[in-house]
T-cell receptor
Framework: DVKVTQSSRYLVKRTGEKVFLECVQDMDHENMFWYRQDPGLGLRLIYF???????EKGDIPEGYSVSREKKERFSLILESASTNQTSMYLCASIPGRGEKLFFGSGTQLSVL | GQNIDQPTEMTATEGAIVQINCTYQTSGFNGLFWYQQHAGEAPTFLSY??LDGLEEKGRFSSFLSRSKGYSYLLLKELQMKDSASYLC??????????WGLGTSLAVNP
């Protein structure tokens, strides 16, 4: 069965902390995505990667970075967490264009 | 969402039929997705349309008109568990999807 796994379901961090959100997929997918979802704003793309060590900015990359050292793992990094980064973070992967996205279960991050 | 419009909220009664509409910008169109999302959970795939017409999958059907930039999701025999947000997303020429803001559907007894 297809699986996208996010390391934490809930996370509480303090302002200024460095935060790592991990995502692993077991489907050998080329493309991986990080979204955040906020009430009234929908799903917004932060970064995506279409190959190992490749990354592209999405619509709201500011305050975030990513790492894709292995095909199955795509990490989102908040260099210095701020309260406005409190959100639901969703990782997703896709085998190719025109294919459906498979989502992880999400990480609800609270920055205090 | 960027160039994707769907109603914010809808209400329907258990056992009824509801149609959720989605309009989108037609340039560079490469398919239209519908996802269901229950509160606090990740979106789950419902349907994908790339050609005109109606595709039926059990109680859920999805329709596409490429020339009109229009799609709808039809839910029949509504159940309480169908209360959720329904997201419309357009595929373009790149790997990114353009998402609507979602339609929150409340099914009442």
């Amino acid at each position: 069965d297809v699986k996208v796994t996010q390391s934490s379901r809930y996370l509480v961090k303090r302002t200024g902390e460095k935060v790592f959100l991990e995502c692993v997929q077991d489907m050998d997918h080329e493309n991986m995505f990080w979204y955040r979802q906020d009430p009234g704003l929908g799903l917004r793309l932060i970064y995506f990667s279409y190959d190992v060590k490749m990354k592209e900015k999405g619509d709201i990359p500011e305050g975030y970075s990513v790492s894709r050292e292995k095909k199955e793992r795509f990490s989102l990094i908040l260099e210095s967490a701020s309260t406005n980064q409190t959100s639901m973070y969703l990782c997703a992967s896709i085998p190719g264009r025109g294919e459906k996205l498979f989502f992880g279960s999400g990480t609800q991050l609270s920055v205090l | 969402g960027q160039n994707i419009d769907q109603p914010t909220e809808m209400t329907a009664t258990e056992g009824a039929i509801v149609q959720i509409n989605c309009t989108y910008q037609t340039s560079g169109f490469n398919g239209l997705f519908w996802y269901q999302q229950h509160a606090g959970e990740a979106p789950t795939f419902l349907s994908y349309n790339v050609l005109d017409g109606l595709e039926e999958k059990g109680r859920f059907s999805s329709f596409l008109s490429r020339s009109k930039g229009y799609s709808y999701l039809l839910l029949k025999e509504l159940q309480m568990k169908d209360s959720a947000s329904y997201l419309c997303a357009r595929a373009g020429n790149n790997r990114k999807l353009i998402w609507g803001l979602g339609t929150s559907l409340a099914v009442n007894p």
